[in-house]
């Protein structure tokens, strides 16, 4: 909602000499700073909930979160290094450049399938405690 009414402000910050805007300006930064205020307090509640929750393995909620975020980085690498290693190589005459790959691909794959099973169980258990935590004021 932030969004369309930014939108919808830049659409009528000008208008034609002689005609009447569409909307006011004035009435949609009021409505778009009372809606970014209360985004904001529901992001420190949030916040303040997430530092709160503990998980069975007695990391916050906010660390946990964390952990998985960087997890998915750390997929996203290994995942992409292992396709840039597969040489793909067509040879027409023995006179032909030949590619090698400086990476083990299947070590870069397996790793990547060992994190993305480690995202997964994180992810698990930051949703159980979503569901079971009450947001604190």
Known sequence: KLQ??????????TYQEGTEPA?????LLRETNALAD????LIASINRTSMATKL???RSL????AARDVLLTRI???RSVAVAGVVKQKVYSRTEVKYLSQVDVRAMREESD??????????????????MTELLD
């Open 23 to 27: 909307e006011s300006v004035e009435v």
């Open 38 to 41: 209360e985004l904001e307090r």
């Open 56 to 58: 069975p393995d007695g």
């Open 62 to 65: 906010t660390d946990a979160i």
């Open 114 to 131: 060992r994190l993305s099973r480690q995202h997964r169980e994180l992810d698990n258990a930051i949703q159980g405690a979503n569901f």
């Open 76 to 78: 996203k690498l290994y």
């Open 4 to 13: 369309m009414l930014s939108e919808r402000m830049v659409e009528n910050a």
